[in-house]
C-alpha cells in the first residue's frame, strides 16, 4: 500500500474539509501519499486529481464546503465510466480510495466496490439519514444553523403576534427538523414520517391560542406531504441528475392554510442552502477527524468495502452493502415521546 486517493460525493456539508484533512495526515502517518480527486465520481471518470500534503490541508479543518469540490454524477449511469474509472485509478497507481458521501454516493462505492475497486466510505449528510451510523458529518452543524434561526425567529413572532414557518431541509428523513425544533423549543413540528392533518396543526395551534399564547413556530421538513389541503398541490418538480426532486416550497402551502384557517399573520422562513454551508461546528470537526483516522486505518488493515461508522460512543464499520439504497428515518415513537403527542396517530 502506498498511495490512495480521497473523494467528496454528492451534496456540500460543513465538516468535509475537515475529513480530506484527516484522511490526508493519517495517510502521512503511514507513509501514504494522498492524493484528492476533484469532483467527485466526475474527477474519477475524467483523471482530475490533484496531489494533497500536509501544506494541502493546514488550517482547512474549520472550513466549510469541501476543497476538492463535489458533483451528484451517477458512476454507474454509462457502463463506459466504469473503465475510465480503473484506467484513472490504474493509471495513478491508487491502491484504494476514501469516498466521502451520502446515500447516494456510497451506493454507488459499494456498486463500486463490488468491481473489485478497494474503498471504504465516510458518511456525510445535513440529513443525517443513513442507515447504521448514529451521525453523519454536517448534522450537528445544520441543526445548529436552524436551532438559532428559531431563536432569532421566535422574538419576531412573539413582537407581531404572529405565526412563523420555518421550511428546512429533509427529503425522506426529518431529523434537521425534530432535532432542531426540539431545541429551539418550536411549538408544531411536521416532518416526512409522521402522517397530520390540517385539522390537527391548526387545533394545536388554536389551542395556544386560547391558553393566551398569541404566537407560534412551526418547523416543517421540505419532505413533508399534506393531506388534506383542498386544492392545493405542489407543483410538478424539477429533478437534479440522480433524480432527486427539488422542492418548491411546502412551507408556504403550509403558512398559507394557517393563515386562512386561524386568521392569524403567518410568514414562512426557508434557511435553504444557509443549513449547508459556512464553518462547521466543533462536533463536525471532532467527529469527521474521527472517521478520517479510521477509514485510513481500515486501509492499512486491508478491510475494504465497508463505511466508518458513530455506533455509541465509539467508531466501528459496517459493509456497504448493509446501507446501500437505505435511508435512517425517525422512528414515530421517538418523535412522539420529544414532543410529548400521546395521540398515537402513525
Known amino acids: 500500500m502506498k498511495k490512495i486517493a480521497v473523494m467528496t460525493g454528492g451534496g456540500d456539508c460543513p465538516g468535509?474539509?475537515?475529513?480530506?484533512?484527516?484522511?490526508?495526515?493519517?495517510?502521512?502517518?503511514?507513509?501514504?501519499?494522498?492524493?484528492?480527486?476533484?469532483?467527485?465520481?466526475?474527477?474519477?471518470?475524467?483523471?482530475?486529481l490533484?496531489?494533497?500534503?500536509?501544506?494541502?490541508?493546514?488550517?482547512?479543518?474549520?472550513?466549510?464546503?469541501?476543497?476538492?469540490?463535489?458533483s451528484r454524477m451517477d458512476p454507474l449511469k454509462d457502463p463506459a465510466d466504469m473503465q475510465k474509472i480503473q484506467k484513472t485509478l490504474q493509471d495513478a497507481g491508487i491502491d484504494a480510495l476514501v469516498v466521502i458521501g451520502g446515500g447516494g454516493t456510497l451506493s454507488?462505492?459499494?456498486?463500486?466496490?463490488?468491481?473489485?475497486?478497494?474503498?471504504?466510505?465516510?458518511?456525510?449528510?445535513?440529513?443525517?439519514?443513513?442507515?447504521?451510523?448514529?451521525?453523519?458529518?454536517?448534522?450537528?452543524?445544520a441543526v445548529t444553523v436552524v436551532t438559532e434561526a428559531v431563536d432569532r425567529l421566535r422574538t419576531t413572532a412573539e413582537s407581531h403576534h404572529r405565526i412563523i414557518v420555518v421550511e428546512v431541509m429533509g427529503r425522506n428523513a426529518g431529523w434537521i427538523a425534530l432535532m432542531s425544533g426540539i431545541a429551539?423549543?418550536?411549538?408544531?413540528?411536521?416532518?416526512?414520517?409522521?402522517?397530520?392533518?390540517?385539522?390537527?396543526?391548526?387545533?394545536?395551534?388554536?389551542?395556544?391560542?386560547?391558553?393566551?399564547?398569541?404566537?407560534?413556530?412551526?418547523?416543517?421538513?421540505e419532505g413533508t406531504h399534506h393531506e388534506d389541503i383542498a386544492g392545493a398541490e405542489v407543483p410538478e418538480c424539477n429533478r437534479d441528475d440522480c433524480g432527486h426532486e427539488k422542492?418548491?416550497?411546502?412551507?408556504?402551502?403550509?403558512?398559507?392554510?394557517l393563515e386562512s384557517r386561524l386568521g392569524i399573520e403567518t410568514r414562512v422562513t426557508v434557511p435553504g442552502h444557509v443549513q449547508r454551508g459556512g464553518t462547521p461546528t466543533a462536533f463536525d470537526r471532532f467527529l469527521a477527524t474521527r472517521f478520517g483516522i479510521a477509514a485510513v486505518e481500515h486501509i492499512v488493515a486491508g478491510n475494504f468495502g465497508c463505511m466508518v461508522a458513530l455506533q455509541g460512543s465509539?467508531?466501528?464499520?459496517?459493509?456497504l452493502k448493509k446501507i446501500a439504497s437505505r435511508i435512517k428515518t425517525v422512528?414515530?415513537?421517538?418523535?412522539?415521546?420529544?414532543?410529548?403527542?400521546?395521540?398515537?396517530?402513525?
Open 247 to 257: 422542492f418548491v416550497g411546502v412551507g408556504n402551502l403550509l403558512a398559507k392554510h
Open 331 to 346: 422512528d414515530p415513537a421517538f418523535y412522539y415521546n420529544l414532543t410529548m403527542v400521546r395521540s398515537g396517530k402513525q
Open 184 to 221: 429551539g423549543g418550536a411549538d408544531a413540528i411536521l416532518i416526512p414520517e409522521i402522517r397530520f392533518t390540517m385539522d390537527e396543526v391548526c387545533h394545536n395551534l388554536e389551542s395556544r391560542l386560547k391558553a393566551g399564547k398569541k404566537f407560534s413556530i412551526v418547523v416543517v421538513a
Open 50 to 70: 490533484v496531489p494533497l500534503k500536509d501544506s494541502s490541508v493546514s488550517g482547512i479543518i474549520s472550513w466549510g464546503g469541501t476543497i476538492l469540490g463535489t
Open 108 to 141: 454507488a462505492a459499494y456498486e463500486i466496490s463490488e468491481k473489485g475497486i478497494p474503498l471504504v466510505g465516510i458518511p456525510k449528510t445535513i440529513d443525517n439519514d443513513i442507515f447504521c451510523t448514529d451521525l453523519a458529518v454536517g448534522f450537528d452543524t
Open 16 to 48: 468535509l474539509n475537515a475529513a480530506i484533512r484527516a484522511v490526508v495526515q493519517s495517510g502521512l502517518g503511514y507513509n501514504l501519499e494522498t492524493l484528492g480527486i476533484r469532483n467527485g465520481w466526475k474527477g474519477l471518470i475524467d483523471g482530475d
Open 314 to 319: 465509539g467508531i466501528d464499520t459496517v459493509p
